[in-house]
Nanobody, 125 residues
Framework: QVQLVESGGGLVQAGGSLRLSCAAS????????MGWFRQAPGKEREFVAT????????YYADSVKGRFTISRDNAKHTVFLQMNSLKPEDTAVYYC??????????????????WGQGTQVTVTP
């Protein structure tokens, strides 16, 4: 069993920054791909960013490319999402996800078998 706990969400003005963290526990972390997804009210959950098990490969949704950065600290079993130049359309609940047993990252929500509880990010104009 894997437990994922997100933190770092909050309220920020447009143009500001936030750093989300996701602490993983319950099994080996360093070999599993990790991802961030988000869900706005009335919308489907959408892919944001993913990172491979070793951290050498990352991939982003076009909507956040150049503004968001995903990273991981395998020693601390933590994955991060640095969000800069935030826009009101980034407002959503952000979820961390683990693709246990999969090394390469994925933009598909179906590749992930464990999810955190989510953290709210609200960006005001």
């Amino acid at each position: 069993q894997v437990q994922l706990v997100e933190s770092g969400g909050g309220l920020v003005q447009a143009g500001g920054s936030l750093r989300l963290s996701c602490a993983a526990s319950g099994r080996t972390f360093s070999s599993d791909a990790m991802g961030w997804f988000r869900q706005a009210p009335g919308k489907e959950r959408e892919f944001v960013a993913t990172i491979s098990g070793g951290g050498s490969s990352t991939y982003y949704a076009d909507s956040v490319k150049g503004r968001f950065t995903i990273s991981r600290d395998n020693a601390k079993h933590t994955v991060f999402l640095q969000m800069n130049s935030l826009k009101p359309e980034d407002t959503a609940v952000y979820y961390c996800a683990a693709a246990v047993g999969r090394w390469s990252g994925s933009s598909s929500r179906y590749a992930y078998n464990y999810w955190g509880q989510g953290t709210q990010v609200t960006v005001t104009p």
